[in-house]
């Protein structure tokens, strides 16, 4: 033993893993959605490598069991492990509900998550009700009825689970007929309620922002947490030392994806908006 060794044993002091400030950050989602809140990092923190993991084969986690999207975030995790990542995102809320407590038990790294925007949006309500756009399995989750008990009190909160949304998404079809009656149907509950604030509580769903705006009007401020996730993962690492110091050039941005759809490479770049470097698994 080494005089250095026995000295940080007798203090106990944790001994840290050598994690890179330039190690890659990691990010995943239930399939394409996620590449919403990649966009919100990438802008913000431009000089950092991105590794982004579409679990499409295995999406909408939103009518999965809680067991079985934690094990989809453990294998998830384990393979951006194994590529050198120094921090993981969660950019879902379905897998965030169901996972992200059992993930930071087994992962000594950041992982951030996140939740649907009803803090901000009863802060934005003018005439205090909220409409929120997600998954079933979020607003079915402990998590959510938290987040209802802690932000929600003020306000009247109206939810609607949106079923088949995320495969409209996961196909690519942000515009098509049957998305946008799909939105129909899903918004129309919230504005018979009169919300002047709805949440988009899924990160697929900033990528049909447009068409939704469209449908609920103007007067309808619209809300999602890619931004503040965002931020959120700056603050952290920066706290950790973590972020990256190479400015020279932009951070590399790579793709994996497991669907099997034959346009997957061109669904990834469409909703990225630009030629991206993608894999399979
Ligand atoms: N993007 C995921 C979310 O934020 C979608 C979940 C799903 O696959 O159902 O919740």
Same mark, same amino acid.
């Not at 999406?59 to 384990?78: L, M, N, V």
């Given at each position: 033993?080494?005089?250095?060794?026995?000295?940080?044993?007798?203090?106990?002091?944790?001994?840290?893993?050598?994690?890179?400030?330039?190690?890659?950050?990691?990010?995943?989602?239930?399939?394409?959605?996620?590449?919403?809140?990649?966009?919100?990092?990438?802008?913000?923190?431009?000089?950092?490598?991105?590794?982004?993991?579409?679990?499409?084969?295995?999406?909408?986690?939103?009518?999965?069991?809680?067991?079985?999207?934690?094990?989809?975030?453990?294998?998830?995790?384990?393979?951006?492990?194994?590529?050198?990542?120094?921090?993981?995102?969660?950019?879902?809320?379905?897998?965030?509900?169901?996972?992200?407590?059992?993930?930071?038990?087994?992962?000594?790294?950041?992982?951030?998550g996140m939740e649907p925007?009803?803090?901000?949006?009863?802060?934005?309500?003018?005439?205090?009700?909220?409409?929120?756009?997600?998954?079933? @399995?979020? !607003?079915? #989750?402990?998590?959510?009825?938290? *987040? $209802? %008990?802690? +932000?929600?009190?003020?306000?009247?909160?109206?939810?609607?689970?949106?079923?088949?949304?995320?495969?409209?998404?996961?196909? @690519?079809? !942000?515009? #098509?007929?049957?998305?946008?009656? *799909? $939105? %129909?149907? +899903?918004?129309?509950?919230?504005?018979?309620?009169?919300?002047?604030?709805?949440?988009?509580?899924?990160?697929?769903?900033?990528?049909?922002?447009?068409?939704?705006?469209?449908?609920?009007?103007?007067?309808?401020?619209?809300?999602?947490?890619?931004?503040?996730?965002?931020?959120?993962?700056?603050?952290?690492?920066?706290?950790?030392?973590?972020?990256?110091?190479?400015?020279?050039?932009?951070?590399?941005?790579?793709?994996?994806?497991?669907?099997?759809?034959?346009?997957?490479?061109?669904?990834?770049?469409?909703?990225?908006?630009?030629?991206?470097?993608v894999e399979f698994l």
């Amino acid at each position: 033993m080494t005089d250095q060794t026995m000295t940080l044993e007798i203090k106990n002091i944790p001994i840290k893993p050598a994690v890179s400030a330039d190690a890659p950050i990691g990010v995943f989602d239930s399939g394409v959605g996620g590449i919403s809140v990649l966009q919100h990092i990438h802008a913000l923190l431009p000089y950092e490598q991105l590794l982004y993991v579409a679990d499409s084969r295995y999406a909408p986690y939103g009518s999965k069991t809680p067991q079985e999207i934690q094990s989809r975030c453990f294998e998830i995790a384990d393979f951006l492990i194994t590529k050198g990542v120094k921090a993981i995102v969660v950019a879902c809320n379905t897998a965030t509900a169901a996972a992200i407590d059992l993930m930071r038990e087994k992962y000594s790294l950041p992982i951030i998550g996140m939740e649907p925007a009803v803090k901000p949006a009863a802060a934005a309500s003018k005439n205090g009700v909220i409409g929120v756009l997600a998954t079933v @399995g979020t !607003l079915k #989750s402990a998590q959510f009825a938290g *987040l $209802l %008990e802690s +932000y929600g009190r003020n306000v009247k909160v109206v939810t609607q689970g949106c079923i088949g949304l995320v495969e409209c998404i996961e196909r @690519g079809e !942000l515009r #098509s007929d049957n998305t946008f009656k *799909l $939105l %129909e149907q +899903y918004c129309q509950p919230l504005l018979d309620e009169g919300a002047d604030t709805i949440v988009l509580g899924c990160t697929h769903y900033p990528f049909v922002k447009p068409l939704i705006q469209q449908i609920v009007g103007d007067g309808v401020t619209l809300i999602d947490t890619g931004a503040a996730v965002a931020k959120h993962l700056q603050k952290r690492l920066a706290a950790l030392d973590l972020l990256t110091q190479q400015y020279h050039h932009s951070g590399a941005v790579r793709f994996w994806t497991n669907s099997q759809a034959a346009d997957a490479k061109q669904v990834v770049e469409a909703l990225w908006g630009k030629s991206a470097e993608v894999e399979f698994l």
